[in-house]
């Protein structure tokens, strides 16, 4: 709940810088509050869920991997158009924001696929295929939320520092900091090890 209200505040901020600049709300303001909203719907369905309040249903599984799936691919688009603002090549933005949304919707498909029925208990088969393919997916979106942070790093230091804009050597340092602690300890801890270790809990849901 905490985190929630920090992100929310930060986003309310962010907001009303980017109204008094352009009068108009953007697609990566949208994103945010996009991903904020469904961050918040999937812990709260998920903990009533834990706690028995909403029966298993194919309804409830439909539901939640699709706001899943609307969470992931405004956080990954999120990432994608920060890169973009400082890429300088409007086509390779938007060949760099279709293959994240690609990649990350063929994911999405596919947790529609194995996941729900796995939930629903259809097969045994298809319970062991979400054993193993929920592992991998989680660390397919590891690799592409590293491999975008790293390229953005990389553009700051090479389009900006590199050319004499100095006031962002600061930005590009500090960012290298933040995506090394947030892969380290965030990614490799938290995910890895509280996520694994959910799907090891008899209510393997989340």
């Given at each position: 709940?905490s985190l929630a209200v920090f992100s929310?505040?930060?986003?309310?901020?962010?907001?009303?810088?980017?109204?008094?600049?352009?009068?108009?709300?953007?697609?990566?303001?949208?994103?945010?509050?996009?991903?904020?909203?469904?961050?918040?719907?999937?812990?709260?369905?998920?903990?009533?869920?834990?706690?028995?309040?909403?029966?298993?249903?194919?309804?409830?599984?439909?539901?939640?991997?699709?706001?899943?799936?609307?969470?992931?691919?405004?956080?990954?688009?999120?990432?994608?158009?920060?890169?973009?603002?400082?890429?300088?090549?409007?086509?390779?933005?938007?060949?760099?924001?279709?293959?994240?949304?690609?990649?990350?919707?063929?994911?999405?498909?596919?947790?529609?696929?194995?996941?729900?029925?796995?939930?629903?208990?259809?097969?045994d088969s298809w319970v062991k295929a979400?054993?193993?393919?929920?592992?991998?997916?989680?660390?397919?979106?590891?690799?592409?939320?590293?491999?975008?942070?790293?390229?953005?790093?990389?553009?700051?230091?090479?389009?900006?520092?590199?050319?004499?804009?100095?006031?962002?050597?600061?930005?590009?340092?500090?960012?290298?900091?933040?995506?090394?602690?947030?892969?380290?300890?965030?990614?490799?801890?938290?995910?890895?090890?509280?996520?694994?270790?959910?799907?090891?809990?008899?209510?393997?849901?989340?």
């Amino acid at each position: 709940m905490s985190l929630a209200v920090f992100s929310g505040s930060k986003g309310f901020r962010q907001t009303c810088r980017s109204w008094s600049r352009s009068r108009k709300i953007n697609a990566y303001i949208l994103m945010i509050w996009l991903a904020w909203v469904t961050g918040v719907m999937v812990s709260i369905t998920g903990w009533l869920y834990i706690m028995d309040r909403i029966p298993p249903s194919v309804w409830y599984f439909v539901g939640m991997v699709i706001i899943w799936a609307i969470q992931i691919q405004c956080l990954t688009q999120i990432l994608a158009n920060r890169i973009s603002l400082i890429l300088y090549d409007p086509e390779k933005a938007r060949t760099l924001k279709v293959c994240v949304a690609l990649i990350i919707g063929a994911i999405n498909v596919s947790v529609f696929i194995v996941w729900v029925p796995a939930r629903l208990q259809i097969s045994d088969s298809w319970v062991k295929a979400n054993n193993i393919w929920d592992r991998i997916e989680k660390f397919i979106f590891l690799l592409v939320d590293a491999l975008l942070n790293i390229y953005f790093i990389r553009l700051v230091k090479s389009q900006l520092v590199a050319n004499g804009l100095q006031k962002y050597k600061r930005v590009y340092q500090f960012n290298g900091l933040l995506v090394c602690l947030s892969l380290a300890i965030d990614k490799a801890l938290t995910f890895q090890v509280a996520t694994i270790g959910l799907m090891s809990m008899p209510n393997d849901a989340l």
